[in-house]
């Protein structure tokens, strides 16, 4: 039998911190695959790992303004190996009460000295320890902008560009929801003969009594193997799953079950609204998770084409299909800029989730603030219109074109609506307040807008607009 290396788990969260610092990978994607890589690893080691690494990037402005207060080489001039290994050990030290501040310290010098750094082991310790006790003097900018900045770890710049759009407690508010450990959000999947009936199910609805059954005996199964699965209230398909550790494990997962998803992508479907025999172009899908969706409420009827622009992203989309066990839909890779003049007004139904900044999700993915440019905002937005042009052709006379983002930046939401429908007049904005529940119903704009916030709302911060196409004149 083939003995197993032991693994310092400080050392794989170093690598992924250096991965994405230092090579521009996200996070979300290193950290799953390392964690795939050691699924022996038990459960309590594999969530340290998770744990330090997505807090010291979540908190990296925080941890490198507390490093330039006690050491004397400023962050930015520390080799990048050290530079990481104090941001982790800071994080340990200021975030982590389960972790004594001695064993971060000897843990930290220990690495540096195994990654060929021995003559650093003093200044290493001499900072970790001097943080160790100053922790509680550490002094925070005094200007409103500049203090939001380091607490929350968010660029100025965001914070300005929100400041324009939301109030400061909103604001504030919505930093602290980023920071906050979250459960998953997933879907639960109709049975199969359901899925098979061609329509016939209420989809939304409040209260107990509108949880789905395949939910409850999820539940009861999932709660066997000391996983929690509580209803959401947005919808009586959505709930909160806790207690898990690597999702590949779960039979219900692997029989597509369930999927991972938030919620406010599922409202993407709801106000969509498909009817049995709709015809359904998702223009950007991957990873598929809501064109699988609606190939779900289409209950086996009509067709939903789930495009992307590489192979790899179809991919995605294709493993969602395989595990859903679907035969309504089918991946297809193409580029959403260009026209596709054979699907001209096919479609009852186009979804455009378009690329975009990812400001509302920075809670999930933790790196993405430190990445996106006010440059690379207005590279956005044109991006975003021209596939929106190219779109809008596939929609039929009295078909509709759901337009969604994950960012709460206005110039990527409502304006580009409002550019939309100034360029488009035989589009409107179709009233979506029935497809929502009654919490949400009022915060809907013009009727057809709806914009979540992180922490105002129990969702991602989340951008959807559902605009209909008009019959011709007779």
Request: charged share 25%; net charge neutral.
């Amino acid at each position: 039998m083939t003995k197993i290396k032991p693994v310092n788990e400080r050392e794989l969260v170093l690598g992924i911190l250096m991965e994405v610092t230092e090579k521009g990978q996200y996070s979300h994607l290193v950290l799953r695959d390392v964690l795939g890589k050691y699924q022996y690893l038990d459960k309590k080691e594999r969530a340290f790992i998770t744990r330090v690494t997505e807090g010291t990037l979540e908190h990296m402005i925080e941890l490198d303004y507390i490093l330039d207060q006690f050491s004397k080489v400023k962050v930015k001039k520390m080799k990048p190996v050290i530079r990481n290994i104090l941001r982790s050990a800071v994080y340990q030290l200021k975030y982590m009460d389960t972790v004594p501040d001695s064993a971060v310290c000897n843990e930290a010098v220990k690495l540096a000295v195994k990654k060929g750094f021995s003559g650093l082991r003093g200044f290493v310790n001499g900072v970790l320890r001097s943080i160790s006790a100053g922790l509680g003097q550490v002094r925070y900018p005094s200007d409103p902008v500049e203090g939001l900045s380091v607490r929350y770890s968010m660029p100025v710049w965001i914070l300005k560009l929100w400041l324009q759009s939301y109030d400061r407690q909103t604001v504030e508010t919505m930093l602290e929801e980023f920071q906050k450990e979250k459960p998953l959000t997933v879907r639960v999947r109709p049975s199969l003969e359901n899925i098979g009936e061609g329509g016939g199910r209420p989809s939304r609805g409040t209260g107990a009594e509108a949880v789905w059954p395949e939910v409850l005996k999820l539940q009861k199964e999932l709660e066997g193997e000391g996983i929690r699965l509580e209803p959401h209230p947005y919808l009586p398909y959505a709930c909160y799953l806790s207690g898990q550790d690597y999702l590949g494990e779960l039979q219900s997962f692997r029989e597509g079950r369930f999927s991972v998803q938030d919620v406010s992508s599922m409202l993407v479907c709801e106000t969509a609204a498909p009817k049995p025999g709709d015809v359904v172009i998702d223009v950007c899908a991957a990873p598929g998770g809501k064109a699988v969706h609606m190939a779900e409420m289409l209950r086996g009827t009509g067709s939903v084409e789930a495009r992307d622009l590489t192979a790899y992203k179809t991919g995605l989309i294709q493993e969602n299909i395989d595990r859903s066990w679907l035969s309504n839909i089918q991946a297809r890779q193409m580029d959403a800029r260009v026209l596709d003049a054979a699907s001209a007004e096919k479609a009852d139904i186009v979804i455009a989730d378009l690329p975009c900044s990812g400001l509302g999700v920075l809670g999930k993915k933790t790196d993405l603030k430190y990445n996106v440019t006010e440059e690379s905002l207005e590279s956005l937005v044109k991006l975003q219109r021209e596939i929106l042009t190219a779109a809008k052709a596939y929609v039929r006379p009295g078909g509709k074109l759901v337009y969604s983002t994950c960012t709460i930046n206005q110039s990527e939401n409502l304006e580009n609506v409002h550019w939309f429908l100034e360029q488009n007049p035989e589009f409107a904005l179709r009233d979506i307040r029935e497809s929502l529940c009654e919490e949400l119903k009022g915060d809907v704009q013009e009727k057809g807008c709806l914009q979540l916030l992180p922490g105002i709302h129990k969702s991602d911060g989340f951008f959807l607009a559902c605009m209909e196409k008009g019959l011709p004149q007779r």
